[in-house]
């Protein structure tokens, strides 16, 4: 039988990806300290690595597939097929943004003032080509963690970090000058196996069920019973992907009003539509919109 090889992230994706991956019909259990999980697809072997290492094993073909962020994408110069961009909701509402931060009382305020000085970061090959570009010479030293400390010590004049809420790095006493980059969560390939029609074809099953599983997030159903005389006021209050499903009710005449809505919206919308006419309202979550 045929594998698929994914790779699963470790850390802050990790428990996102496995309840994504859930609400799709895969279910991944981690068992203990194992790196290689089992997942009720004989089809597909899981196996858990760093974010910032995924490109590179699904370059070099140990994976077959895997999610990454496209910060570490770049940071490696990975040669590999970026297949889908998946947003995280549940992960953050906010974009993670790799972004340049002096000591606020400093006298920099542009990337051209930082020419000569030394910058911390994790993301060392990315910022090291950043600067050469634009013609600037600087000193980028790699940092373990940690990282807007180094400001506060004096280990470096200015640090580039990611950052989802600038919260951490207001507390450090720290200001952003420049966005070197917005990354998010990306479904990759390797180039061999996205070439593979098999592989190719699991790949975009994975796809499918992921992004309707994203969209759902932020989505519910409403279901409802509405006097005919009613229909057309409580329909023409309904948002929906397309029209409602409305079906007549047995021997009355009533009908049966179903539809998709945004979360978002239910709050407001529900006292509006028993106003208008609508009883027995159902609110319930969806894992899929396909």
Not at 221 to 235: A, R, S, T, Y
Not at 244 to 264: C, D, H, I, M
Request: glycine share 6%; proline share 3%; with cysteine.
């Amino acid at each position: 039988m045929k594998k698929l090889k994914f790779g699963i992230p470790k850390g802050s994706l990790q428990k996102a990806t496995i309840n994504l991956f859930e609400k799709s019909g895969w279910k991944i259990n981690i068992n203990g300290r194992s790196y290689f999980p089992e997942i009720n697809d004989d089809e597909i072997e899981c196996a858990i690595c760093r974010a910032q290492e995924m490109s590179r094993y699904v370059e070099n073909g140990t994976l077959d597939a895997g999610l990454t962020g496209k910060d570490w994408i770049e940071e490696n110069e990975s040669d590999v097929v970026v297949v889908d961009d998946l947003l995280y909701s549940k992960v953050s509402q906010n974009p993670a943004r790799w972004v340049l931060a002096v000591p606020a009382d400093s006298d920099f305020q542009t990337i051209e003032d930082l020419e000569g000085k030394k910058i911390a970061t994790e993301l060392v090959a990315f910022t090291k080509r950043y600067f050469q570009e634009r013609g600037i010479r600087v000193d980028v030293e790699f940092s373990w963690g940690a990282t807007e400390a180094k400001v506060v010590s004096g280990l470096a004049d200015a640090i580039v970090e990611v950052t989802e809420t600038e919260s951490t790095i207001r507390a450090h006493g720290l200001k952003i000058i420049h966005e070197l980059m917005t990354s998010n969560t990306q479904l990759i390939a390797n180039r061999k196996s996205y070439g593979d029609p098999w592989k190719k074809e699991k790949i975009d099953q994975i796809i499918l069920l992921l992004r309707g599983a994203l969209r759902a997030e932020n989505l519910v159903g409403l279901k409802m019973n509405v006097p005919e005389e009613k229909l057309d006021d409580v329909i023409g209050l309904l948002p929906s992907l397309n029209a409602p499903t409305v079906a007549g009710l047995y021997n009355q005449k009533w009908f049966s009003v179903e539809t998709v809505v945004e979360s978002r919206v239910v709050r407001n919308l529900i006292p509006i539509l028993m106003k208008a006419g609508a009883e027995g309202i159902i609110e319930y979550a969806l894992n899929k919109v396909i």
